[in-house]
């Protein structure tokens, strides 16, 4: 009878960790993350180019690209207000909060978006202005800032994903990629509160479901199988 239980109670275990799993694979999939502001902020890409302050959903659209593409939504996920081409940036040491880092402004100016860190993560995605603004952005900054020819306005998603991307120098010079990469001072004049995200909705049950239940014949076999008297 106690192996019929811990049989049992095995099989349960089991199937409790293969529902869990989607939902943990889903998270790490598009990093959705909840971030309230407290000022505007100004963020590259197709759409509205300074954000008032309020809370917005940061999403990434396809974790799979070489390089990632981040949509910021309002709060409930009905509207996107821009969606950014991004390069990965590395960081020394991971933390366990987002991380959103912001290059800084004259004063009376809106801080402008630099790069983004989900928990535990050393990678991180650092944004890409379109040429002409990464340009002044560099000559007010005093650094490189990652850059694309592409009109963002008018790029569909596709195109984000194989635009070419450049730094700008602070002359207006093009310089090589890895002079533009050092990692962003993780403080900000902007002041910027991160929520933990409800978990996003997976794919299709019906595989996990014929899991379940394979996992539960296969217990049910075991439990008759142990519990036949012997001879």
């Known amino acids: 009878m106690k192996l019929c239980k811990s049989v ?16 943990a694979m889903a998270d790490d999939w598009n990093r959705e993350t909840v971030v309230t502001i407290s000022g505007p902020i100004e963020v590259p890409g197709v ?30 996920k009905t509207h996107v207000f821009t969606t950014i081409l991004a390069i990965p940036n590395y960081r020394m040491q991971a933390t366990d909060n987002t991380v959103i880092t912001f290059r800084e402004r004259p004063a009376g100016e809106p801080e402008a978006l630099r790069a983004w860190f989900y928990p535990g993560s050393e990678w991180g995605e ?20 990652l850059a694309t ?34 990692p962003a001072a993780e403080t900000s004049t902007a002041p910027v509160t991160m929520a933990a995200a409800a978990l996003p909705k997976t794919a299709s049950s ?5 899991l379940v239940g394979l996992l539960c014949l296969a217990g049910s076999f075991l439990l008759s199988f142990v519990s036949k008297p012997t001879a």
Do not use: W
Not at 153 to 182: H, W, Y
Not at 206 to 210: C, D, H
């Open 149 to 182: 020819p592409i009109e963002l306005e008018s790029a569909p998603i596709e195109a984000l994903k194989t635009a070419p991307v450049v730094a700008v120098a602070p002359t207006g010079e093009p310089v090589e990629l890895t002079q533009s990469r050092m």
């Open 47 to 76: 759409g509205q180019h300074v954000l008032p302050a309020g809370t917005y959903v940061f999403k990434l659209l396809d974790s799979q690209s070489d390089r990632h593409i981040v949509q910021i939504f309002n709060q409930d």
């Open 8 to 23: 049992a109670t095995a099989f349960a275990v089991a199937a409790l960790f293969v529902l869990a799993a989607p939902a």
């Open 126 to 145: 650092e944004f890409v202005y379109a040429k002409p603004r990464a340009a002044q952005l560099a000559k007010e900054t005093n650094e490189p800032v």
């Open 206 to 210: 019906l595989p996990l479901i014929g």
